[in-house]
C-alpha cells in the first residue's frame, strides 16, 4: 500500500470516529443527547462525588455511539484512565454465572422451578452460612428462578442488615430485590449439581461459560482474601469486606472496542 493510500485511510478512519462520537446519541427514550452533553455531565458527576476514574460506553443498535475514559487509574502514578484500561467487574460476574445456569437447564442438570434445597445433600440451615435460615421454613420455596431473577427475599448482603444475619424479608417469587446472597445460594447449587468447588471450575474454560458474554480482553483473577478485607481489593472497597468464602474470584474487564463488541 502506497503512503498516499494509508495517509488517506487514516485521516479517513479519523474523521468517521470523530464524526460517530460528535454523531446524536440516542437514549432508551427515544429522545437523544449530544456527546458533548454526557461529557460534560460525567466530568461534573465526577467532581461532585470525588470520583477517580470512570469508562463510559454507550451502544446505539448494537455500534458504540459513545466511548471516552475520564480520570486515572492509577493515582499515586498519575497514569490515565485509558478506553483499554482493566478494571474490576465486580456484579458483572452474576451475568456469566447465569449463562452457566441456563446451560445447565438446557441440559437438564437444573430445573428453574425446582426448589435449590432438593439439589443439596442436607437441608439449607445445616450449612454454617445458612444456619441464621433454620427457624424459616420459607427456605425450602427458593428456586433457581427466584435467585437468578432476584426475587428470593434476601437481602443485597446479609453484613447490611444490622444484626449482620441472613433473612428472607418476604414471601419467596412474590416480588423483586436485588440480592447478592441469593446469587451466591444458587453458586452453592451449581458446585453440588456439578461437583465443582467453585462455578469458576465449573465453566471448564473459557468455551463453555465466558465465550457467549465476555470478550477476549475479559477474564477471572483469583483475589487473595487478605486483599478483599485489606483495603487491596481492586474495585475499590476499602473496609472489612465478609463475603462468602466461596466468593473468591472477581472479573477484570476492559471497556475497549473489542469489549463493547460483545
Known sequence: MSTAIRWFTAVALSGFLAVAQNAPIRRLDGSTISARDID???SRLMRAAEVTGVGVAILNQGRVAYLKAYGLR????????????AMAGASLTKAAFSVLVMQLVANKSIDLDRP???YLPKPIPDYPEYRDLSGDLRYQKLTARMLLSHTSGFPNLR??????KLNI?????SRYAYSGEGIQLLQLAVETVTGRTSWKSACSGRSKCLAPVWSPSSGLKTIPRTAMTSGDAPWGIRSGNPHSPRARCRPLCAISRDSCRR
Open 40 to 42: 460534560d455531565t460525567v
Open 159 to 164: 453484613w447490611l442488615n444490622p444484626d449482620h
Open 169 to 173: 424479608n418476604f414471601e419467596p417469587g
Open 116 to 118: 435449590v434445597q432438593e
Open 74 to 85: 492509577d493515582v499515586e502514578e498519575k497514569l490515565p484512565l485509558t478506553e483499554d484500561s
